[in-house]
């Protein structure tokens, strides 16, 4: 089986150079990726699809998707949508990256609000973490979404049969939260979920779940921390290494070590994260992406293809009331 | 001067043991600890307020402040209220301490809610970050409110003559963000503050504002990723050094260097944040404390009444129309 990868070559703080490395490194005989960006653009041997126009990153996200039909990020996240392509890939605009999604791959039917899903690689193994940041506003129904979400990714991707589902808030206890987690708490209690009740920031990296849901902005939020806490404290142990003779020594012998844990925890190695809830497969890389993570969020791209990411969500999501459409922009979904 | 600090002897996960010994190990010539606990407690010659009740974590706040006033809790929060000592400290229920005091502290004259201040023990300095935790939901004056405060406690405690204030968001354009960030955004830059705009997680040990304000969830789902990252990071180096007798030999000779990054960073150097907003000093201290954060706490407790901190707050707080009380169980405010 071949898997055919938009990648948008002018998403990203790096690109197009970084975007075009990642996407070559990507290649294999079973992974093409197909690279959409400027006429010219020197495509290293991959197919290249010539688009006029850029988004960029502060750019209102509806206004520029309906503004720049034949930018390479809504072309490239188009082809997902007109089966030209099996997945995208895509480090620009994240709001953008949603309203193209919205208006042209569609939401799965009954699907609310799609939601991010990030992998937190923790020491005792991958955690899913959904919404990631699609959804700064949610209510308390897109989290129990959310979490059928995450359930799914976790069981199809990560080989977990009966994935623990946590709601990620500020306490332990059920009482603890705010609006929105109380209510989510008490949908989630009541779903079809192995739900194991509230987990905090802290426990993060200590995979107390192998699902852990919250909206939009409580996940960007929690993940940016992360990212930037583990860059910190990395950074200032080699600023203390480096002050001592005889710590640099030691660091020199432990630094093996240290690029272990480095390797483990750098959010490029996933490169990633999945657009659940859409009728085709988005993947949202980081906009700061290295090639290197823009490769594995390629590759991330092709095993959801594999997995069949999408067909299972649309198979196992449960069937509820449709509430209508309430997401700007999109077209509304008569399915 | 000689600062009289309550210490509620029976809050906090390992109650009584180490907060007795966190305040004996804070005790000194200018800096007195009064412990409100049980008759009979060993107070290792300290002043004891011999109370009868008991609030544990899990209780409802407000009922257990209002079923239990001969509590720990209760009895040591009064005592700033009455006058009768200048500051308390409380590891206990943090929802029933900010219930205690908003009913016998009581709020500053045009404070809409109290906040939690914590110093985040950046690389470059210190970072007050307001809320931690005392509200969950927070409206976008009440960040605003937050805010000011926060730039008190750096002038005062921090030495920061002109702090610069951001507001924890999504992204750093003022576009990103969710429905109070946007608003509170519009907010802060209107006001007389030096406000520099949105900051990520990420920053947060990057010190790129002496206050970054947000609401209590976001605040407290912040701080504890934080902090379970850092612990998290440091163990699972500390494994992959012990794996490998060449990194095990380095690691001890880096041993000093991690030491000092891990006392920098680790929590208890400060023991707690300022509840500010009130008439009186309340230092709220992690559950978790140890006799180190309860020394800390109490130490921490002492220099605000030195700075004069509620004074000054009560002092330099913009004045503005002021909302009717809105707090749940809080006496209204005349004044």
Redesign the interface.
């Known amino acids: 089986m071949t898997v055919r990868v938009a990648v948008d070559a002018l998403g990203g703080d790096h690109a197009p150079d970084e975007v075009v490395a990642g996407a070559v490194a990507a290649a294999s005989e079973t992974l093409v990726p197909v690279l959409f960006g400027p006429a010219g653009l020197d495509a290293h041997g991959l197919e290249l699809v010539a688009c006029s126009e850029t988004i960029g990153m502060?750019e209102?996200p509806a206004e520029a998707v309906r503004g720049k039909p034949d930018s390479s990020l809504v072309r490239a996240v188009g082809a997902v949508g007109a089966g030209e392509v099996d997945a995208v890939v895509s480090a620009g605009n994240t709001g953008a990256t949603l309203a193209a999604s919205l208006l042209h791959v569609r939401r799965l039917p009954g699907v609310h609000r799609p939601g991010i899903a990030i992998v937190i690689p923790?020491?005792r193994g991958p955690t899913v973490l959904i919404d990631a940041?699609a959804n700064?506003?949610a209510r308390p129904e897109h989290l129990v979404q959310f979490a059928h979400m995450g359930v799914v990714f976790a069981q199809e991707l990560l080989e977990v049969s009966e994935p623990v589902v946590r709601l990620?808030?500020?306490g332990e206890?059920p009482?603890?939260?705010?609006?929105l987690?109380l209510e989510a708490h008490a949908l989630l209690a009541e779903a079809d979920l192995r739900f194991e009740g509230n987990t905090?920031?802290?426990?993060?990296?200590?995979r107390e779940a192998d699902v852990v849901v919250c909206?939009?902005?409580?996940g960007?939020?929690?993940?940016?921390?992360?990212?930037?806490?583990?860059?910190?404290?990395?950074?200032?142990?080699r600023?203390?290494?480096s002050?001592?003779r005889?710590?640099r020594?030691?660091?020199?012998?432990?630094?093996?070590?240290?690029r272990?844990?480095r390797a483990?925890?750098d959010p490029d190695t996933y490169g990633g994260g999945y657009l659940l809830g859409l009728r085709g497969l988005v993947v949202i890389a980081h906009g700061s992406s290295s090639r290197t993570a823009i490769a594995n969020a390629t590759r991330m791209a092709a095993r959801g293809v594999e997995h069949r990411l999408v067909e299972r969500l649309a198979a196992r999501l449960p069937t509820e009331r449709r509430e209508p459409a309430d997401v700007p922009g999109e077209t509304p979904d008569r399915s």
Chains 1, 2 share one sequence.
């Open positions: 502060g209102k923790s020491r940041g700064a506003d990620l808030s500020i206890e009482e603890k939260g705010n609006q987690t905090e920031g802290r426990s993060l990296l200590e909206d939009g902005f409580t960007n939020v929690a993940l940016k921390t992360l990212e930037g806490t583990i860059r910190s404290v990395l950074g200032a142990l600023d203390e290494v002050a001592s005889r710590a020594f030691g660091g020199l012998l432990a630094r093996p070590a240290a272990r844990l483990r925890l």
